[in-house]
């Protein structure tokens, strides 16, 4: 059964207005080890309070990028949701939808009722959340061709669809943007008609200017930046640079070179009060970026949409290494032909893209000590070609080999044809509406006197992102089903629901 | 940081002798709909007390089928670990170990430590088991091959290895089997030299009386009895016959032809107080028979030790689905050349395997009517073929077809391949030092008076089998990370610990 | 270098109107074994010529099975073609064009100009053969739905491909046709709203009637019948029925149940006159019906257009075992969502299908004595599923296992995906066109007295046909690259070119 | 049938001794263009003579790489077969074998019997050649490893094989060997224990030294040297060093730095006459050294074995190109962990190994300007990787996409496991036995007044390797097919048999 809504029948939630405030056990433990060796697990309860603004924003996202395939490609499809077209296409007719939203088309448990029915809600249904169909879409691109010329050129949605919405597709045109050849491949130059001019801090203070026109002319109460543009090659980062929130504001007015297009996005939008999120993977959330956003209490999250491969291989590897299995070699392959795969040609931005898909076994890896040795790890490999007859069909094949009972082998060899952009844009879509959603969230434990927002580092939307940030000093946790297990659990706490167990152990008794 | 052993700080737990009890706080909810067609949920916590005997029996392990390669690779391979072996191969030396074993090389997370390390132990640290290399083998076999010939002809382990343990396998003699052609394919025949004789009364007095032995020759306080035979087909469930428990006595008093001979060793086990385990597809578990095992208080459970391509499946399914992708087919195709496969090239036999691994992603499906309306899912289709030239190497080719945003489609297609036999043992032995554990805790809700089993049917074990049995009534849940999660906060819920929740809130403080 | 036209500068062609004979003299060998076991290789020279029309008629195909997928497809894009359309698509625009057809889009090698450069020609310059775009299309369909509908229901076009002809295919309707549901899947019958009624006689006699007609009303010189429908079951081959050219008529005439609608269209071909090629597997052409085609003087070929898999695994087991490498085992598994693969799901409709793709490594295994001892074959398996929702996208999932050196194995996995009807449709085009063109070559070899048709099984278009029919008593050659060298061959030969030889001593001789 | 020999009854070949001499009409044609602009072809018949000494020699070939993987599998496996060992593996029972050896395995159609069945015999039937079970092996290593210890440590044969032969493997010491790091990897240095000493003129002079004593001390009439070592980074091809034979000798003599190792073995090769065949992709066979090998008229032949992944992309473009399909995209992904890919892991090394993997559809593309418009082709990426786990089995993982009939797409996606050394070996023995067979082959055109070699670089060989050497100025052929066409043609011709035409007309006749 499907509950479009639900109600939750608790004392441990009040409302007051907009207001509800659930107060909350958590449940957790802490490790250590006597004197004499022994480990000691030492459970422990603290109490959490979750204030909640229940009212949802009139909301608007700035993507950098705009003009770009997943800029493209979410614009026109949240209109085509919005509108409810339907198309026609080779393999019949086809409806706009969601698909791939977690927010929007995947389902979260209830409980059961009384007959022992599984009753569900859409997850969105948690909380109030902003609706896609209601988001005001803009933001910058260094081609100046506007949405319509743009969604034609990234090849990814119907003719038969993008011609119904031509005109309002035509209006929107992407704002100047931050360019600079040093950060991304040579090849970009030629769609770069769309340019700020001047000084990285004159820049910066045109960019502002631009996020707060946006606020004003589409009276909005909320705005999500999201970077969706080309992956940058790393950075350099410098002491005196990148290390503190000052050096950083100093190196944009002193135009250091090692300030990036996006740190000078982040930073404005930090000091526009306005949340950012990075999906891609260069190293934009610098220590001194991050120092900034916690002095500005302005969310942030990144790094790089986890869309296929590497969800993919969280999920396999994840499986395998649980079930204990031993994971010796991960052998990981992509090809594509859209704009993301030409930059990607160039080698100091795909070192950037090989750098954020690396690592995602590593926790997994660490977290089992029986199969590996203390600096033991599978083989790892991560290679992105350019392959411009495929467009924006990403290809993606993966060999993944285990050891098995006894000397046995496994292996696994997955080959993955998937269009990159209708991947990416419900996450997107996911990112923005969570990150809005938890702006709305306070947090209050034992030790706090009052309400204050999460850590700005947004961590609990790790499940969307391949490289996810987490708060300095705090573990990074990539199996896909307990970053959903998280967000869920964090999610029903607000309502004052207690986390999923999967115990079902009223159906264990005896009959 | 692995933990071998550990200790639980908490007064919930009390112990008294080799009896501990935990008491327990289980959170759960019910789904409720008001008059007025509002959904409402409301949380519940229930106490409930699990109390678990640590003293680990002396155990044996009795196969059906035991010079099969299931049985023959299990055999070897426990000896292997026992006698630490090493081995000469193709690929380089090789080292006894329990690979693909939850229970001897999957971990599970205890903690932080005070230094926010994640602190980890061996599966098989949360309560005290059987260690395999301890355990007691025996069984039956159709075929009178000692053990070491039946291991040679199964070619599985390396000749390497076998050789070093010649005489230990040629001592195991299988036991006399129940054999009845009319339940296997005909190409069986020509291996069944070792049958019990008589009316299935007889064999079944058989059957009972070569248990005792086994229990009382190898002095045992615990034995096991896992179907590691062929495939059979599907009884012809018949009313008056397989519908209560003194029916399927009584057919088999008669000797009706629907009575199987995994029934004759079914009720034999539960007759004899003996835990029985059915690790293949067809349905020994009538309804007379479960009614049966409660009666007599033995724990059972079933069906068909879910390996590779199944497993692979619920993940896969579980991760697209519950990401809100849509998926709109999965095929499944398998060929090996082992005997399990030559079994299954008989249709009626192949029949009972795919109803097995048909329904796996059903409730999951069903869980997300945002993608599927009533009555609509993916198309499924599930191949196996006997290809004798790839022996024991099994290949499974599968094909996992979503929509995904606006029109889009994504294709996953997997190869695998993997050593059928060696994939299994483990997964056996998982099977056994687990239902073994289980018989030694009792739980007791609010509403119980006193401590009793878990009901019979163990579905506590879902995660080892491909189409898991559950108690009449309840839903099944295929969800792989879900049963593990089962599994896991059971186990803790024995030592006094909470569910695991992912939330990891300590670490989204600001700080 | 690419020739559109060329001459041939040799005595051996006498020109004279529109025929021209070629005096051809043609290298063989036979072998002959001594008396004393010795192996002796004659070889021979014997002198053929070959008379070719040079003219090419009017042109007619009519399809049985028009409004089916490969029957539109085929009749859409024979009009994209002649209006050389294009279109736009989620991948940007497309023209018409012919890929996949070996008369428009491959090319023949001529030779070296005189600086060494190696010039080539489109295959279809090699002798006169009719333009596609210049073919005039019907024929039958159980269905009655215009070409517009059919081709909007067969889904393999894009809509805004074939939105632009719309008018053109509105005013083609299939003429009713023959069925009996006692051949085809029971699923068929809704689709059957155009049949033909009365007696099998009468029938047979309506298509006459019907083939006459479309020949006068579009003033056609040549027709040649196409059977691109449903792949019936086999025909249950009966004495005195099937067996010689009168007893098939009589049975007809008597209305025996055991005569196939395409029997039915197969004789009306022959009766008229009219070549007919078999597209489907099923075993149209019995003993009698090749004896009737003898009588009357009229070519035939089949069984099933090679387009994919088939295709693919012809080459890559031709390339393994001339190799010397042992392929061991084939598996071959598809699925597809057309009504071809739903008819397939008909069991005895899906044998046929079977059968002719079973066979075609047979010769290549037994031409190896060395890999494969008499008798001895890999194992192979072929398997077609109906899985509605990937449509026309055919999947074919293939493993190519081998021994290789001292006990290595090589194992190929291979996944195609591909659209079956736009495979099917160009080579279709290709049977037709050369179909067409060898009923006006004639033959005659040193023994004969006068110029004949070629024997009227037409094994030279062998390369198009998955289970080619031979000549009675000649050897089935499946071999893609021979079958191709072959067609290639016979066709140079008419222009009095001597078979290439690739060997190119030219350059190896010293400097 | 099998003929394991044969005679051939003609009058055009001409016996004396040993020698025979066949008379052999060649039937080729070339292309001209008319003032006019119109294209004829002019068949022509040029008489060549083929003198073959029939006489094997006792032959030896020395392999740079001895204790290479493919050096000891050679070796190793030439040694099981000649004692036709048998051994035990996990697979069962092994027995030595050619498998993957053209000469040895495969099988060349003669012709049929008057019963009109086929009648083949093993390739190595057409003309006398060299048993490889005869050939006396040795060669240079840069380790000193003894044969039997190099071969446990390619992990390639089963232990249970190479012990059985472990006193003749330890007999075998390779040479020192030349070593210069600065064309391979730097991670080969540690394996370097076994180098000649001295400038390059010395060591030039040493390693002839080792080839006169291998001939002298194992009685050898002829010697193939076969370069299996590492791939080599590009030596830097330098106008006055590279150029001229005159200039590349001065070279050495003076210590040229870009005079690579394998430059120096092939100058000792020549300058002992003793033929040379380079098996890596380096660019060996520089202006100058082909030069040198024509002056000493020593037969020479390379690049780079083709065995796996190159081998099936020339079948399968081969494929695709010729029916007409339109290939767009090759990916093709490798990786594997033997030493080849720890030495390939080096950028200057892959990249020789990318560049002879690279033109192999180049040909196939030129020769369709119907597909391919001038200097259009299609996308074809190249990565080698080093995956040390997966050892010795090399992974292929390819991908090919082609355009098809209007606007189709087909994808066909290859997985291919195979182990690198044991398809090499074969390869490796089949260069040998041909090269030693075409030195007793010589040639006599029209214009020629005296018989005399083919020209030096041996192209008819190409069948075997990945970027085949041809004469200055001559076409390179990349098809498979056609290789092996020009090379069973011209043994036959050899035989005074004309070549195959697979025309099969005897069977095309009326009957």
Redesign the interface.
């Known amino acids: 059964?499907?509950?479009q809504?639900?109600?939750?029948?608790?004392n441990n939630v009040t409302v007051n207005g907009d207001e509800s405030i659930s107060t909350y056990q958590?449940?957790?433990?802490?490790?250590?080890?006597t004197a004499d060796g022994?480990?000691?697990?030492?459970?422990e309860?603290?109490e959490?309070q979750f204030k909640t603004n229940n009212k949802v924003p009139r909301t608007g996202v700035m993507i950098v990028g705009l003009g770009g395939n997943n800029g493209t490609?979410l614009t026109?499809?949240v209109l085509?949701?919005k509108l409810k077209l339907q198309?026609?296409?080779?393999?019949?007719p086809?409806t706009?939808?969601?698909?791939?939203?977690?927010?929007?088309?995947?389902?979260t448990?209830?409980?059961?009722?009384?007959n022992?029915k599984?009753?569900?809600?859409?997850?969105n249904a948690l909380l109030p959340m902003v609706n896609p169909n209601d988001l005001v879409i803009g933001g910058w691109d260094i081609s100046k061709a506007n949405l319509y010329d743009a969604t034609v050129r990234a090849?990814?949605?119907?003719?038969?669809?993008y011609h119904q919405i031509e005109e309002q597709l035509k209006a929107i045109h992407p704002l100047p943007a931050v360019f600079d050849l040093s950060f991304v491949a040579p090849n970009q130059e030629t769609r770069a008609d769309n340019v700020l001019k001047g000084t990285k801090r004159e820049v910066l203070d045109q960019v502002r200017e631009q996020i707060r026109n946006f606020k004003k002319e589409n009276n909005l109460e909320q705005v999500i930046i999201l970077w969706s543009a080309n992956t940058e090659r790393y950075c350099e980062v410098t002491p005196g640079v990148h290390d503190t929130a000052a050096n950083l504001l100093k190196a944009i007015d002193e135009g250091h070179p090692e300030i990036s297009p996006s740190i000078i996005y982040a930073v404005a939008s930090v000091l526009e009060g306005v949340p950012y999120i990075n999906g891609s993977p260069q190293n934009t959330f610098v220590k001194g970026f991050i120092e900034l956003a916690?002095q500005h209490h302005v969310p942030i999250m990144g790094d790089d949409f986890k869309t296929g491969q590497t969800?993919?291989k969280t999920?396999?590897s994840d499986?395998l290494?649980?079930?204990?299995?031993?994971l010796?070699?991960v052998?990981s392959?992509n090809?594509l032909?859209n704009n993301d795969g030409l930059n990607l040609s160039f080698e100091s931005c795909f070192r950037s893209k090989q750098i954020s898909k690396a690592s995602v076994i590593d926790d997994m890896v660490?977290?089992?000590?029986?199969?590996y040795q203390e600096g033991e790890h599978?083989?790892h490999?991560v290679?992105i070609?350019y392959?411009?007859?495929?467009?924006d069909?990403k290809?993606a094949?993966d060999?993944y080999?285990?050891?098995?009972?006894?000397?046995?082998?496994?292996?696994?060899?997955?080959?993955?044809?998937?269009?990159d952009s209708?991947?990416a844009?419900?996450l997107m879509l996911d990112l923005v509406v969570l990150m809005e959603l938890f702006t709305r969230v306070q947090?209050k434990?034992d030790g706090?006197k009052d309400f204050?927002?999460?850590?700005?580092v947004y961590?609990?939307l790790s499940f969307l992102l391949k490289a996810p940030q987490?708060?300095?000093?705090?573990?990074v946790?990539n199996s896909?089903?307990?970053?959903?297990?998280?967000l869920e659990?964090?999610l029903r706490?607000c309502r004052?629901?207690?986390?999923l167990?999967?115990?079902?152990?009223?159906?264990?008794?005896?009959?």
Chains 1, 2, 3, 4 share one sequence.
């Open positions: 059964m499907l509950a809504q639900f109600q939750v029948n608790t958590y449940h957790t433990q802490h490790v250590e080890t022994k480990v000691v697990i030492v459970p309860c603290k959490y490609t026109a499809g085509a949701n198309w026609e296409s080779k393999r019949g086809e706009a939808n969601y698909y791939g939203s977690l927010t929007q088309c995947a389902t448990y209830l409980g059961d009722d009384l022992g599984q009753v569900v809600a859409p997850f090849r990814v949605h119907e003719p038969t669809m916690v969800k993919f999920v396999i499986f290494i649980s079930s204990g299995l031993k010796t070699a052998a392959y090809h032909g660490r977290l089992n000590p029986i199969l599978p083989d490999i290679v070609k392959v411009p007859s495929v467009g069909s290809r094949l060999e080999d285990s050891d098995i009972f006894c000397g046995g082998k496994n292996i696994i060899s997955v080959h993955n044809t998937c269009e209708l991947l844009a419900p947090i434990s706090m204050d927002s999460m850590h700005q961590s609990v987490v708060p300095p000093g705090t573990p946790i896909l089903f307990q970053q959903r297990a998280c659990n964090i706490a004052g629901l207690q986390p167990n999967h115990m079902h152990l009223e159906y264990k008794l005896p009959q």
